[in-house]
């Protein structure tokens, strides 16, 4: 038998069968920073840029990616998300911190989701704010924490898990 959980046992894919998991409240935190010019972050700072309202477009996008991940990430079970939140945070002159969190009440938790939902955000910022900066950088897109489920708690950082 295979000892990872999305090959059988020829070591072909496929989709993991959670039917026998138990339900639980399940939460998962992301985040992902865009690296920019200052000259872009005040323009996005003062909503002016030409294609609109980039935060509030980026949030938007990072909500509707982290509810369509399955159809994007072909293992990814489909789930009726119950919350996912996007907030953007301006780190520095030049860094706009983005964290992705989504929640769940299910047998399968939520960290496809989030990390979705701050990549897309990511990736809607680059695209509303490219004809004023082509050198933005998308950097550390990764998992901060997790919660539920078989496993427990992990966060980013600590070896815990309860």
Request: contains cysteine.
């Amino acid at each position: 038998m295979s000892k990872l959980s999305h090959t059988d046992a020829t070591g072909a894919a496929h989709m993991v069968d959670v039917g026998d998991k138990t339900v639980t409240n399940r939460r998962a935190v992301a985040e992902a920073s865009v690296v920019m010019k200052p000259e872009t972050m005040q323009q996005i700072k003062d909503n002016v840029m030409k294609k609109g309202d980039v935060l509030a477009t980026a949030r938007i996008a990072g909500i509707m990616a982290a509810k369509k991940t399955h159809d994007l990430i072909p293992l990814c079970h489909p789930l009726a998300i119950t919350s996912v939140k996007v907030n953007f945070t301006y780190a520095s002159k030049t860094i706009l911190h983005i964290e992705a969190t989504a929640k769940v009440t299910g047998q399968t938790g939520v960290e496809m989701e989030a990390l979705t939902a701050a990549s897309v955000a990511a990736l809607t910022i680059y695209d509303m704010a490219k004809a004023v900066d082509k050198d933005m950088q998308i950097t550390d897109v990764r998992l901060l924490s997790k919660e539920g489920g078989k496993s427990g708690l992990y966060e980013r950082g600590s070896e815990r898990a309860s």
